[in-house]
């Protein structure tokens, strides 16, 4: 099956404490993307990557960090300067950035305790 | 700055009937707008896309206008069904090809 995956569905994060989201694609794509969405509101956009070995920020990349070693792969760390990390993440591909849909994962709820 | 805007934040609907939710946006220099659902907890999923030199796009019972002139866009949704219960999300693309995204609509559909 095709698809992204996301992991954990649920993250706890203390205070202080980095805390790294998975997100990985077996559709190919060249594009990746990352989102924060907090309840009622729409998505924003965190970091994005067009290609392998390379990244831009979004609109809310303050906070936290991204690497693309591989294709398939876009974790994002949430660090402790990252002082209201309570949100839903949703991960995102697509095939070339912008021209067709992004398909999105099933995203990860972080809870801080 | 581009914004998106969709109208109402909510709507409860009966069963069958056909409803239109609204979104509209202040910079019609987009490169696309697509309509995507989200259930409660879940991730997105992608309804329709328009390009920006596109009037419309239609899927079984969803069909979605662009006006970009107006900044605004339509999704039209046919003879309504509980299952069709969900946040609608609009977004348009950019000049760079990032997606500015609405707050969604919630829409309920009540047997």
């Known amino acids: 099956d095709g698809g992204i995956t996301q992991s954990p569905k649920y993250l706890f994060r203390k205070e202080g404490q980095n805390v790294t989201l998975s997100c990985e694609q077996n559709?190919?794509?060249?594009?990746m993307y990352w989102y924060r969405q907090d309840p009622g509101q729409g998505l924003r956009l965190i970091y994005y990557s067009q290609i392998v070995n390379d990244f831009q920020k979004g609109d809310i990349a303050e906070g936290y960090s991204v690497s693309r070693e591989k294709k398939e792969s876009f974790p994002l760390t949430v660090t402790s300067a990252q002082k209201n990390p309570t949100a839903f993440y949703l991960c995102?591909?697509?095939?070339?950035?912008?021209?067709?849909?992004?398909?999105f994962g099933p995203g990860t709820r972080l809870l801080v305790l | 700055k581009q914004e998106v805007t969709q109208i109402p934040a909510a709507l409860s609907v009966p069963e069958g009937e056909n409803l239109v939710l609204n979104c509209s946006f202040t910079d019609s220099a987009i490169y696309n707008l697509q309509w995507f659902r989200q259930d409660p907890g879940k991730g997105l999923t992608s309804l329709l896309l328009i390009q920006s030199s596109q009037r419309e796009q239609t899927s079984g019972r969803l069909n979605a206008s662009l006006d970009k002139s107006s900044g605004r866009s339509t999704l039209y949704i046919a003879a309504s069904q509980p299952g069709d219960s969900a946040t609608y999300l609009c977004a348009v693309a950019d000049s760079s090809y990032k997606l500015i995204f609405g707050s969604g609509t919630r829409l309920l559909v009540r047997p």
């Open positions: 995102a591909s697509s095939i070339v950035p912008g021209q067709e849909t992004q398909y």
């Open positions: 559709l190919n794509h060249d594009a």
